[in-house]
């Protein structure tokens, strides 16, 4: 087992300014966590750089997903080329790469799984999709943001059972006292998202799936502290993806229920295990079958 990745870390807690130095020798030693994190960066960078040049030069670019909008607007001038430059183009892919996609498919795994065992939930989620009118009808997203109130409390209601980042962490730029305790300036501190997300103070019976917790006119609701929901983190370092992934997910998740149901498929182990990296997932995925729905007229 290669330690050294946990040798890095665990020696920037102790004695966070030797963190940066031992790093940089670890990542010139083959075999270690560092050199092999360092080897990933470049391959992965350098891959996505390929990825954007040869976009880039489509000139017939008809896709219309995240890169090619960027593409089309820096070179349709209504963004000043200095603005959206090579390499911010090549950031920006990388960041919704890694920041991005993970996060974002393991929450819609989530709301779909636990939608397929609760049948009212789905069909209070689908009455309100279908009411918003027919299939072609593509909300926009004022309408993602005012005419899909349930779907937003089900959304939320998944990412509080499964959060999607357990923890994040903060250093201390000052000497600061929280909760009686004085933290020296660079310490770090960890906040448990996930736990607090299931502390029964906040959303009693915590483990069941209950998406009306999140009715803004509910008393557990009105009761419960701001910051006892945090799934996207906190202050000026949040998620700056935040916005972006809910419209995302709330879309997905329309033009699914539009479709198809989900039901737990046999072949799926009971509970599911999670896998706990840098974010949370499911260590086999969820397995569902998926069945057509009928055409609706509206
Ligand atoms: C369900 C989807 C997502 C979840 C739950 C999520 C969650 C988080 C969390 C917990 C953090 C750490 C915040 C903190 O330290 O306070 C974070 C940071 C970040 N997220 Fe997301 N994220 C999601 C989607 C996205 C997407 C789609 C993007 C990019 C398009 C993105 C880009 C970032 C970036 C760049 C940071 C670092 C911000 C900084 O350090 O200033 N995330 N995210």
Same mark, same amino acid.
């Given at each position: 087992m290669d330690l050294s990745g946990s040798f890095s870390i665990i020696l920037g807690l102790l004695v966070p300014i030797l963190q940066e130095p031992f790093r940089q020798i670890l990542k010139r030693i083959p075999g270690t966590m560092d050199w092999k994190i360092e080897r990933t960066n470049k391959n992965l960078g350098g891959r996505l750089d390929e990825i954007v040049e040869k976009r880039m030069n489509? #000139?017939? #670019?008809?896709s219309k997903d995240f890169l090619s909008l960027i593409l089309n607007a820096r070179e349709s001038k209504a963004v000043s080329e200095n603005v959206f430059t090579p390499e911010y183009i090549s950031a920006v892919t990388y960041e919704h790469l890694l920041a991005g996609s993970a996060t974002t498919s393991f929450t819609l795994s989530s709301v779909v799984y636990l939608v397929a065992a609760h049948p009212e939930v789905e069909k209070k989620l689908l009455e309100e999709i279908d009411g918003f009118g027919s299939i072609d009808h593509i909300p926009t997203s004022q309408d993602l943001h005012d005419k899909f109130p349930y779907l937003d409390q089900v959304i939320k209601e998944a990412m509080r059972i499964y959060i999607v980042s357990p923890l994040v962490a903060r250093e201390t730029s000052n000497e600061v006292e929280i909760g009686g305790y004085l933290l020296p300036k660079g310490t770090w501190v960890w906040l448990a998202l996930g736990v607090l997300a299931k502390d029964p103070k906040n959303f009693p019976e915590p483990e069941k799936f209950k998406p009306e917790r999140f009715d803004p006119n509910c008393e557990e609701m009105k009761r419960r502290h701001p910051y006892a929901f945090i799934p996207f983190g906190i202050g000026p370092r949040a998620c700056i993806g935040q916005k972006f992934s809910i419209q995302e997910i709330k879309l997905s998740l329309i033009h699914l229920y539009r479709k198809y149901l989900f039901r737990h498929s046999p /072949?799926?182990? /009971?509970p599911l295990e999670l896998e706990y990296g840098i974010v949370l997932n499911f260590k086999h995925g969820v397995k569902l079958r998926a069945i057509k729905r009928t055409l609706r007229s509206c």
């Open positions: 489509d #000139r017939k #670019r008809s /072949n799926m182990e /009971n």
